[in-house]
């Protein structure tokens, strides 16, 4: 069983369009990080979200994080090619110290 | 300032053999993670060094086994690969503990068991 629960696996749109990923997890957690990873590089983080309710803005990105702190989403509007990746979900900590534990990812294609 | 880097930025391996993936974190940082990805899949965690010493370890088995080095670069060592071992190999540094500090990443080893 995923800790992390991403939502959907696969996205394919239209440059313009809007979309949004859901994270979901049945724990708690004190704050939930958001990555992108593109072909050939590494995870970049995005954004930090630690209050419940909490929302979050990055250019077109809007990141939310729960009120019970369990669950998270990222919202583009009007896609641009760029935004093609694979986006991430993660939290901090568990069993053991330091350890990122990720969601499966969802990736996105942006068509032009 | 440069980034984390990683070397080899592929490698192919036949079964049962060993393999050393090498990683030096940005300048400053003191901790190296490492975490394998496989296709399709969010990576996932192997070890955690902070200051010459292993502070976390992942659910993976002791064919694993990793070090830092006083100049804060770090070694993943592979024994007896299966094919399954196949993945990208990350490390990501940061410059004091993980807790509470970011984590940058590499761009990763690509290494495919035979």
């Known amino acids: 069983t995923q800790l992390l629960e991403q939502s959907p696996q696969f996205l394919s749109i239209q440059e313009g369009e809007n979309l949004t990923v859901y994270c979901n997890s049945s724990?708690?957690?004190?704050?939930l990080q958001w990555y992108r990873q593109e072909p050939g590089e590494g995870p970049v983080l995005l954004v930090t979200?630690?209050?419940?309710?909490e929302v979050k803005k990055l250019k077109r990105l809007t990141f939310q994080f729960g009120d019970a702190r369990k669950d998270s989403s990222l919202h583009i509007t009007a896609a641009q090619t760029g935004d093609t990746g694979l986006y991430l979900c993660a939290v901090l900590g568990g069993t053991s110290y330091g350890k990122l534990t990720f969601g499966q990812g969802t990736i996105l294609t942006v068509h032009p | 300032d440069a980034g984390v880097t990683q070397s080899p930025t592929h490698l192919i391996k036949t079964r049962g053999q060993q393999v050393t993936l090498r990683c030096s974190p940005i300048?400053?940082?003191?901790?190296v993670s490492w975490y394998q990805q496989v296709l399709g899949q969010g990576p996932q965690f192997i070890f955690q060094y902070y200051e010459k010493e292993e502070r976390g370890r992942g659910n993976f088995p002791d064919r694993f086994s990793a070090r830092q080095f006083p100049n804060y670069s770090s070694e993943l060592n592979v024994n007896a690969l299966l094919l399954g071992d196949s993945a990208l190999y990350l490390c990501?540094?940061?410059?004091?503990?993980?807790?509470?500090?970011?984590?940058?990443f590499g761009p990763g080893t690509r290494l495919t068991v035979t």
């Open positions: 300048s400053g940082h003191k901790s």
């Open positions: 979200v630690v209050t419940g309710g």
């Open positions: 990501a540094s940061s410059w004091r503990h993980p807790l509470g500090s970011e984590q940058y």
């Open positions: 724990s708690v957690f004190s704050s």
